[in-house]
């Protein structure tokens, strides 16, 4: 009896001369021409477990694996193709740098289809080790790879899968309510007095201090709207939308921060357009370089580094300006949802999850004042 011929849709199986195995399968068609996929592997009972595996996938209509695409590849295109366009250049830069300086070198040769969890855990453990936070790495290769299997490029999300050390969350600094005095009088007269004033009094980020416009300031009622930000893209300063809508904000001023802003519109006015004469730029900018010009982040940085050193103040972060205000207003009993409006925070958890260190004060406050409302002169007798 003839032996039946094996269709094109059930694949083939043949041994190479090089003494590996294929197993090869049509998986449609190309100008009118069959397009094949083969699997390669040392024995026979490896690439019929894989063409096996292969028919099952096409008859699902789903797409086969390219087992030759390394993660790298895939990383570069995903970065250039669907981060770049959509996302804030300061987001990019910082999804690059991941990739290019942790992904790809740790994780960037494997064969995309092929990376398990165990690969993902063992590079994570590694960067804790060393210091690194495994979190921010997993979290930019987990949307990566959900692009991935979304498009049928992976056969899962491994990142998901993989077991991620924590790194124990660092405490948040702050100026306490005479510290902040003490940083309010030592910049009185110096030159971005008001800027590190207006940061202290409603906790901007410098990108959106730096982007502030006079037209964006209402000093007669006391109050300013947030609406961009000065970020450095590939080297050059630019002005970008705020990060969301929430960020997007008034916000009322108090009388100390009203003060410092029109001292510096005076001084702007009659004192730094003078010294730089021809060389002033006008952009209407609040805070400016000695020519008009936007400020340089770095240079508002240091400053602020050597005030605080020269006044004997904790080290900090411009950004912690920013956590003192939330700190100060928190102690003493503002609404945290006026918090949330104020610093322009996504959502409520975000704002009470980062200074949570307030909250035993704000407890044991709330305590005494039930006590206060609710005591019976029978229990004083």
Known sequence: MAKAKRGNSEGSISLRPDGRWVARITVGWENGKPKRKAFYGKTRQEVASKLAAGIRTRDQGLTLHNEKQTLGDFLNQWLADVIEPKVRPSTYRSYEQIVRNHLIPGLGKLPLSKLTPQDVTKFLRA????GISAEHLRRVLRASLSYAVRFDLAPRNVASLASCPT???????????????????????????????????????????????WSDLDLQNGSL????????????LVYVETKTRNARRSIPLPAFAVQSLQNLWARQQMQDKELAGDDWQENGLVFTSSIGTPADPR?????????????????????????????LLL?????????MQTLGHSQITLTLNTYSHVIPALQRDAADKMDSILQCDIYNR
Do not use: M, W
């Open 331 to 339: 102690s003493q009993g503002t609404d945290p949802r006026t918090i």
């Open 225 to 236: 709207t947030v609406s961009r930000q000065l970020q450095r893209v590939k080297g050059k």
């Open 167 to 213: 790194k124990e969350k660092a405490d948040i600094k702050y100026l306490d309510p005479d510290q902040a005095r003490r940083f309010l009088k030592a910049i009185q007269g110096h030159r971005h007095e008001a800027l590190y004033t207006v940061a202290l009094a409603v906790g901007l980020r410098l990108g959106e201090a730096l982007g502030l416009k």
């Open 127 to 130: 960067k804790h080790d060393a």
């Open 299 to 327: 240079n508002v940085r240091r400053s602020l580094t050597k005030v605080l050193a020269d006044n004997k103040l904790p080290e900090l972060r411009f950004h912690d300006l920013r956590h003192s205000c939330a700190t």
